[in-house]
């Protein structure tokens, strides 16, 4: 009995000491797991310029899927989507010229995209991610605010 715990003793030191070292072997014993990294965005991204009904349509897509998160899951707009974390969007194109003095519609809608903090809706936190831009194509910043322009 004595002896089956010296051998035990001596191959469990072993195995530490090899473990410690390395042990000379080339494979380690858990694999790393990867960093994770930001997935794309799914925005369509069109190969050409688009114009009329298409922008307005690519401008719908890109508010339902285009940012992460997408517009949807804060803002609502009538048909589209219910969300109430952020500003009733329905009819942003018609009240966006008088909601900053001085600053047209399309630069109003605009400028809430690509800079969000610039003016809070009154009632509403200032949770808007600011980066929520970033990434999004010209083309499709473009159809968005066209988009947001034709709701009145």
Known sequence: MRRLI????GVLALTLVLSACGGG?????STPRPTPTPTAQATPTPTKPVSGG?????GLEVFKSGTSP???ACHAIKGVSTAN?????SDIGGHAATAKPGM?????IRESIQSPGAFIAPN???IMPQDIA????QPNLDALVAYLLSLK
Do not use: H, N, R, W
Request: one cysteine or more.
């Open 6 to 9: 010296l051998v035990t003793a």
């Open 25 to 29: 072997a080339a494979t380690p014993t």
């Open 54 to 58: 298409d922008q307005l349509s690519l």
């Open 70 to 72: 997408a517009c949807t």
């Open 85 to 89: 974390i952020g500003p009733d969007l």
């Open 104 to 108: 047209s519609a399309e630069a109003f």
């Open 124 to 126: 509403y936190p200032p």
């Open 134 to 137: 970033k990434g999004m194509s």
